[in-house]
């Protein structure tokens, strides 16, 4: 596997770092996995999902999100949604991807983020997929701190929360919860602008579910403390797709790419995906 690092400049100059892993064997692959990754954690954080990517002939790029890991911007804020579909749209011309040939997959917030990519531009991808997709808030907000949040919007939107998200609700594996405590590239706080401009974002993610048309893969956690697993299922029924896949992983935490089980899981999902890009060989004449 050979591995790149890239900084790219967003449209509005903030600074992206973008991790690709490449098979060995092509100078460049004939399908290409983009990574999304959810809220306070970075693509780094994926490593592993990529390794086992590669090895079955997929070029993967993993970007960080604005505000996330190794990107620039401020910590876990932004001004308005739109700006992390601009960022994917800055990935896709840079990579210079091709959209019959490219899946992406998106994690809790990044799979908001992959699903309203989706709806807003059906003709990007060949294939979509979501892991435990925050379609629905199970984590509990004090009528307080939604109130003073909602206020400060409109006076000080870089104001900052402390994430309420228990880190044992992650996932199962002791592991990977012992690295996740002592990773410094990860935020524990995020910003009234972010929250807000996330359920502006949930909201039309259910309304325009309709727009989706694309092939979908959904896999939804069944002991997830974290986004509200009983959301997915009626989600993907309002969808388009008439290729579309339901699972509901019970027993599982939030990260399914990090629980114990979490090959198992790849293997499923990457299975589902090469059905829909069968893997093409290079030739000499590339």
């Given at each position: 596997?050979?591995?790149?690092?890239?900084?790219?400049?967003?449209?509005?100059?903030?600074?992206?770092?973008?991790?690709?892993?490449?098979?060995?064997?092509?100078?460049?692959?004939?399908?290409?996995?983009?990574?999304?990754?959810?809220?306070?954690?970075?693509?780094?954080?994926?490593?592993?999902?990529?390794?086992?990517?590669?090895?079955?002939?997929?070029?993967?790029?993993?970007?960080?999100?604005?505000?996330?890991?190794?990107?620039?911007?401020?910590?876990?804020?932004?001004?308005?949604?739109?700006?992390?579909?601009?960022?994917?749209?800055?990935?896709?011309?840079?990579?210079?991807?091709?959209?019959?040939?490219?899946?992406?997959?998106?994690?809790?917030?990044?799979?908001?983020?992959?699903?309203?990519?989706?709806?807003?531009?059906?003709?990007?991808?060949?294939?979509?997929?979501?892991?435990?997709?925050?379609?629905?808030?199970?984590?509990?907000?004090?009528?307080?701190?939604?109130?003073?949040?909602?206020?400060?919007?409109?006076?000080?939107?870089?104001?900052?929360?402390?994430?309420?998200?228990?880190?044992?609700?992650?996932?199962?594996?002791?592991?990977?919860?012992?690295?996740?405590?002592?990773?410094k590239l990860i935020h524990r706080s995020i910003t009234a602008s972010w929250f807000f401009e996330m359920k502006s974002a949930l909201e039309a993610v259910w309304k325009e579910a309709p727009e989706i048309i694309v092939p979908m893969l959904t896999l939804q956690a069944g002991d997830d403390q974290i986004v509200e697993p009983s959301a997915a299922a009626p989600w993907v029924a309002?969808?388009?797709?008439?290729?579309?896949?339901?699972?509901?992983?019970?027993?599982?935490?939030?990260?399914?790419?990090?629980?114990?089980?979490?090959?198992?899981?790849?293997?499923?999902?990457?299975?589902?995906?090469?059905?829909?890009?069968?893997?093409?060989?290079?030739?000499?004449?590339?």
């Amino acid at each position: 596997m050979r591995y790149h690092q890239v900084n790219l400049r967003a449209n509005d100059s903030t600074e992206l770092f973008v991790r690709q892993f490449v098979p060995r064997e092509t100078e460049r692959p004939h399908r290409t996995l983009l990574v999304v990754h959810g809220t306070s954690e970075h693509g780094g954080r994926y490593r592993h999902v990529a390794q086992e990517a590669v090895n079955r002939g997929w070029e993967v790029i993993i970007p960080d999100l604005r505000g996330h890991g190794k990107s620039r911007g401020v910590p876990v804020h932004v001004d308005d949604f739109e700006q992390y579909l601009q960022d994917l749209d800055t990935l896709f011309q840079f990579f210079e991807l091709n959209p019959t040939r490219t899946a992406i997959i998106g994690h809790s917030f990044g799979g908001l983020i992959s699903a309203r990519y989706a709806e807003t531009r059906p003709t990007r991808m060949a294939a979509l997929v979501l892991l435990s997709p925050l379609l629905g808030l199970r984590v509990k907000i004090s009528p307080l701190s939604y109130l003073l949040g909602k206020c400060m919007t409109f006076v000080a939107p870089r104001t900052r929360f402390h994430s309420t998200v228990p880190v044992e609700h992650t996932t199962r594996n002791e592991r990977v919860l012992r690295h996740r405590q002592q990773d410094k590239l990860i935020h524990r706080s995020i910003t009234a602008s972010w929250f807000f401009e996330m359920k502006s974002a949930l909201e039309a993610v259910w309304k325009e579910a309709p727009e989706i048309i694309v092939p979908m893969l959904t896999l939804q956690a069944g002991d997830d403390q974290i986004v509200e697993p009983s959301a997915a299922a009626p989600w993907v029924a309002k969808t388009s797709s008439r290729d579309r896949s339901f699972r509901l992983l019970k027993g599982h935490y939030h990260e399914l790419l990090n629980e114990p089980d979490w090959r198992e899981t790849l293997a499923h999902l990457l299975s589902w995906l090469e059905t829909r890009l069968p893997r093409v060989m290079a030739t000499a004449e590339g």
